[in-house]
């Protein structure tokens, strides 16, 4: 049995328990369970703190765990990363408030700076040459300057709308982060053919992310020149119609470049152009 740990609460546990979901990995238990046992793969769940994952992996309580790189970075654990998953992206960036002119980062001489990450910050304040006074604060970092607790914040940033209603400006992006897999480095060789098994059902998931599966009915006359505007994975598939100078054609497509392709189609005479959400891929 492998035993996964995972944030109980929040966007990175909406987030991961609909990855493990898309990986049919079936759970019937809520967040409120400490421990769950998934009924269809030899893996169980425990929920904890964000901020305890990453020692709660280190020393072998769970096997394996998923994480913010934010938080992994800054509990420092001798874990490794096995995987970046690229969900519940951020980034931890220094702000101010947004009346004030930002000349640079020598502004943060001598200002003291509230925030739960002491680490990354002393770290980041050290290269750059910047003395400050650290206030670590655990919960709403963003009203620090506010209530004159800190004169700027270093925190995690995704939309900015904290910011704004906060009136502070993100001026320096420190780093960014996404939800990592992590592993402990002990584990026995039963448990790494586990996680074998898990991470190919994930990088199923990954691969299928963002693709789509397009049919289409094209003449036969333009069949060469419809197939050099598809970047399928290998090559598409062709099948003959039963209307004489026509042929089907099925193949894959990346979203982003999904309506500039289709207008290309469209030109070539590409007609009944079906697309289909792709849930998994195996390559």
């Known amino acids: 049995m492998l035993r996964i740990a995972v944030q109980a609460k929040g966007r990175l546990y909406e987030e991961t328990m609909s990855f493990l ?3 049919d990995i079936k759970l019937s238990a809520t967040k409120r369970t400490l421990l769950v046992q ?22 072998g309580v769970a096997d394996i ?4 790189e934010n938080e992994f970075m800054e509990r420092n654990e001798d874990a490794e990363i096995i995987k970046r998953l690229g969900f519940s992206k951020c980034r931890l960036s220094l702000a101010m408030p947004k009346d004030i002119e930002y000349p640079g980062i020598k502004w943060f001489d001598g200002k003291k700076i509230a925030t739960s990450y002491p680490g990354i910050l002393s770290s980041y304040l050290k290269e750059q040459g910047v003395k400050a006074e650290i206030h670590v604060i655990t919960g709403s970092v963003e ?3 506010g209530i004159g607790l800190a004169d700027a914040i270093f925190d995690i940033v995704s939309s900015g709308s904290t910011l704004v209603s906060n ?8 780093m960014k982060s996404e939800a990592l897999l992590i592993g402990n480095k002990n584990m026995s060789e039963d448990k790494q053919e586990i996680l074998k098994e898990l991470l190919f059902r994930m990088d199923a998931v990954k691969t299928a992310e963002d693709k789509k599966y397009v049919l289409m009915n094209a003449p036969k006359d333009k069949l060469d020149k419809i197939v050099s505007v598809l970047p399928g994975m290998k090559s598409p598939t062709v099948m003959p119609l039963a209307q004489e100078g026509w042929c089907s054609v099925h193949t894959v497509l990346d979203e982003k470049c999904f309506w500039e392709i289709i207008g290309k189609l469209k030109a070539l005479g590409a007609e009944g152009i079906l697309v289909l959400p792709i849930e998994k891929m195996i390559i």
């Not at 765990?65 to 913010?68: F, N």
Request: net charge negative.
């Open 167 to 174: 009136r502070l400006k993100e001026v320096e992006v420190v």
């Open 38 to 59: 998934s009924s269809n793969f030899p893996i169980e769940v425990l929920f904890l703190r964000d901020d305890d994952i990453p020692q709660t992996v280190a020393t």
């Open 21 to 23: 979901e898309e990986s």
């Open 143 to 145: 009203v620090s300057p």
């Open 65 to 68: 765990g998923i994480v913010g």
